[in-house]
C-alpha cells in the first residue's frame, strides 16, 4: 500500500515495513524489511531483528504459532526478489499473482513450498509458462531455498487491467468487518 500511495516502482520502494515506527531510541529503520530480512533493527533493549531470508535459516518454534512471524521474511524475500526483477509497479504484475494464489489456490495450512507452487502456477496461468513473470518467480523462490514443483498449464486467469484503490471516502462494508476466521478456497 506504501508503494501503491507513493506510485513508487519496485526498483524505486525501500521495501521496508513499519519505517518510522520505532523513537529516535531504537536503533532501527523499520519493523521488517522485505528486501533483507534480518535487517530492519539492532538494539540494544529491543535485539535484533531476528527475521531469516532463506530456508537454511529457518525457525523452528512453538512460540509464534510455530514461527509464522519470524519465519515471514523467507516468502517476503521471495515477493521482493519477484517484483524486483519482473519490474514496473510491484501490484501490477507480482502483487497479482500472489494475490491469486493467496486468494484462490492456498488453505490456512499451507506451507512455503505450497505458497511457492501456488504463485508459479498462477504466474503461468496469468503469463504463460514460459513467460519472464512465471521465471522470475521459480527464481525468487529458488533464491530463498523453496522449491516450486513442476506444475501443469491450466485455464487462463483473467488480469484486470490493474488494481483499483478504493476512494478516499469509500466504506468498508459490514460484513466485511464481521467476517472471522479464514476463507474458503474453492
Known sequence: MKQFALKQ??????????AGIFTA??????VRSMKSPGSAYDDPVIGKDP??????DYQHSRSDNGGVHINSGI?????YLAATAIGGH?????????????????????TFGDCAAATLQCAVELF?????????????????GVAAQPIAEGPRIPLRRRFEAPSAGAEVPAAAMRRKG???VQ
Open 9 to 18: 516502482t519496485a526498483a524505486k520502494a525501500d521495501w521496508l515495513i513499519g
Open 25 to 30: 531510541k531504537v536503533h532501527g529503520a523499520a
Open 51 to 56: 527475521q531469516p531470508a532463506h530456508m537454511r
Open 75 to 79: 516468502p517476503n524475500h521471495a515477493f
Open 90 to 110: 510491484a501490484w501490477d504484475v507480482a502483487g497479482k499473482i500472489w494475490y491469486a494464489a493467496l486468494t484462490t489456490k492456498l488453505h490456512p495450512h499451507a
Open 128 to 144: 504463460g509458462r514460459g513467460s519472464t513473470q512465471a521465471a522470475a518467480v521459480s527464481e525468487a523462490w529458488k533464491t530463498v
Open 182 to 184: 479464514p476463507r474458503k
